[in-house]
């Protein structure tokens, strides 16, 4: 048997009350899954069990999970969405800039693929997903941690891969470029307009086209795909 079958599934996104992560979650409800949201505010798309969950907090992992479990059954598709970004020049990023964003980023989906793997081993069979980021292959002036967090997304992808592989879970990289939402209101025009200019497409991507390879990935199409990194970033990280 196959994660798929058409079934309903079990699936969690965290960080799924905003941007990217809601997108997400949009088109797995939209497809007639059993969506769970985490975040630390909540407010999660209608029709979503919303759970206040803050990913640097093992304990409050574990009770999601629970929680989810109860409601939906075992999480069979993770997509380890939520990040944060502390951005500044290495010389003057704090250590606890750089321990906030790699805590959330890359040891809050540790805790998450931990958890989840619990189960799915039992069900012999999961999707697991990590948002990474282009900047994680690129690297970025003024995103050391984050770049860092990213890309050490893909190490652990690939090393679960191959530890749980032969019970039917994969686990992937989707590397998003640039999109619109509230990670990246926060440059300017000016700035949007250099990063604009530097994509082939030339333009932003949108939550929703993110959505789809996430879609992809963790459908029956995607059943072969695994330790794979999937850029969706018209263009800008080619080649790595
Ligand atoms: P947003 O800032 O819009 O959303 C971030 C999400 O993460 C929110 O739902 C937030 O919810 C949640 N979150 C942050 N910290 C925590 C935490 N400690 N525990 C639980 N939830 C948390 O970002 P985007 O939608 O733009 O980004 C989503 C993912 O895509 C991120 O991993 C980001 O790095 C990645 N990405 C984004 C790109 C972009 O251009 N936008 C490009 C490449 C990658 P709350 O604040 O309520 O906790």
Request: proline share 3%; net charge negative.
């Amino acid at each position: 048997m196959t994660v798929t079958d058409n079934e309903p599934r079990s699936v969690l996104v965290t960080g799924g009350n905003r941007g990217i992560g809601r997108a997400i979650a949009g088109a797995f409800l939209a497809q007639g899954d059993r969506v769970a949201v985490t975040s630390r505010s909540g407010g999660g798309p209608e029709g979503s069990l919303d759970l206040v969950c803050d990913i640097t907090d093992a304990a409050a992992v574990d009770e999601a999970f629970s929680r989810i479990e109860e409601e939906h059954g075992p999480v069979e598709v993770l997509v380890a969405n939520a990040g944060v970004t502390a951005d500044t020049l290495l010389l003057r990023m704090s250590e606890e800039d750089w321990s906030r964003v790699i805590d959330t980023n890359l040891t809050g989906s540790f805790r998450l693929a931990k958890r989840a793997s619990k189960g799915m081993l039992r069900l012999r069979r999961g999707r697991i997903v990590f948002i990474s980021s282009v900047v994680g292959l690129l690297g970025s002036a003024g995103q050391v941690n984050y770049a860092a967090s990213k890309a050490g997304l893909v190490g652990m992808a690939r090393s679960l891969t191959r530890e749980l592989g032969s019970r039917s879970i994969t686990a992937n990289v989707v590397a998003p470029g640039f999109v619109d939402t509230d990670m990246t209101a926060v440059l300017t025009d000016e700035q949007k307009d250099t990063i604009k200019q530097q994509v082939p497409l030339q333009r932003y991507g949108t939550p929703e086209e993110i959505a789809a390879a996430v879609l992809w990935l963790t459908g029956e199409h995607g059943g072969y795909v695994t330790g794979a990194v999937i850029p969706v970033d018209g263009g800008l990280g080619m080649g790595h």
